[in-house]
């Protein structure tokens, strides 16, 4: 039984930071690409930041290079996002995703997904 379960979203002001997390189980975690995703009403699911199964890898979206950064404990199959300089537009469900044969940016390549979590910045 897969589960990709985020946490620590919530509210933060414009230039402020937070690290989102996903517990992930029921898979063989280091095997797979993780990336986060992000959505808001109406709009597609937006590809925000990917990592190679050994970390050393990393794709990020142009709105949050420089901003945001990924990373994966593969001993505590565990992904995490780093958000800084956190902007209005940031604001969104946040969901973790796990791929097992490809590393980008595109909702289609994902097979898992968690439920999301809440990010808003005001």
């Known amino acids: 039984h897969v589960q990709l379960v985020e946490s620590g979203g919530g509210s933060v002001q414009v230039g402020g930071f937070l690290r989102l997390s996903c517990a992930a189980s029921?898979?063989?975690?280091?095997?797979?690409?993780m990336a986060w995703f992000r959505q808001v009403p109406g709009k597609e699911r937006e590809g925000v930041a990917s990592?190679?199964?050994?970390?050393?890898?990393?794709y990020y979206a142009d709105s949050v290079k420089g901003r945001f950064a990924v990373s994966r404990d593969n001993a505590k199959n565990t992904l995490y996002l780093q958000m800084n300089s956190t902007k209005p537009e940031d604001t969104a469900m946040y969901y973790c995703?796990?791929?097992?044969?490809?590393?980008?940016?595109?909702?289609?390549?994902?097979?898992?997904w968690g439920q999301g979590t809440q990010v808003t910045v005001s």
């Open positions: 995703a796990a791929a097992r044969w490809f590393c980008g940016g595109y909702s289609s390549q994902y097979q898992y």
């Open positions: 029921g898979y063989t975690y280091s095997n797979y690409c």
């Open positions: 990592i190679y199964t050994g970390g050393g890898s990393t």
